[in-house]
Nanobody, 114 residues
C-alpha cells in the first residue's frame, strides 16, 4: 500500500488549498480514509474522515471551512480547505484503513503565515 499526498504550499490567510491523496496497492473503494495534521511541537490530530459510503466527519476546528471527498475511480481522497488560518499550518497526512491496519502517506506541508 502506498499513499501519495500532494497539494500543500504557502497560502495567505483566508485563502484556499485542495490536497489530494492517491492510493495504490489497496482496495480503495472499501477503505475509510482520513486526513490528519501535525503542527510544529504538537501531536498529530484528526482533521477529517470519510467512510466508504461517503459519510464525513470533521474536527471542530475545521468544521464549516474544510470538506473531504473521494473519487473511487481515481483512488483519490481530497481535502478542500477554505478560509485558511495561521493555526492551520501543519504537515497534512492522509491515512487509509484496510483490514484493520492503518497506512500513512508521506505528508504535505501547508503554511499559512500570520
Amino acid at each position: 500500500v502506498q499513499l501519495q499526498a500532494s497539494g500543500g504550499g504557502l497560502v495567505q490567510p483566508g485563502g484556499s488549498l485542495k490536497l489530494s491523496c492517491t492510493a495504490t496497492g489497496m482496495l480503495f473503494s472499501i477503505s475509510p480514509m482520513s486526513w490528519y495534521r501535525q503542527a510544529p511541537g504538537k501531536q498529530r490530530e484528526l482533521v477529517a474522515s470519510i467512510t466508504r459510503w461517503g459519510d464525513t466527519n470533521f474536527a471542530d476546528a475545521v468544521k464549516g471551512r474544510f470538506t473531504v471527498s473521494r473519487d473511487n475511480a481515481k483512488n483519490t481522497v481530497y481535502l478542500r480547505m477554505n478560509s485558511l488560518k495561521p493555526e492551520d499550518t501543519a504537515v497534512y497526512y492522509c491515512k487509509a484503513n484496510q483490514a484493520g491496519r492503518d497506512y500513512w502517506g508521506q505528508g504535505t506541508l501547508v503554511t499559512v503565515p500570520a
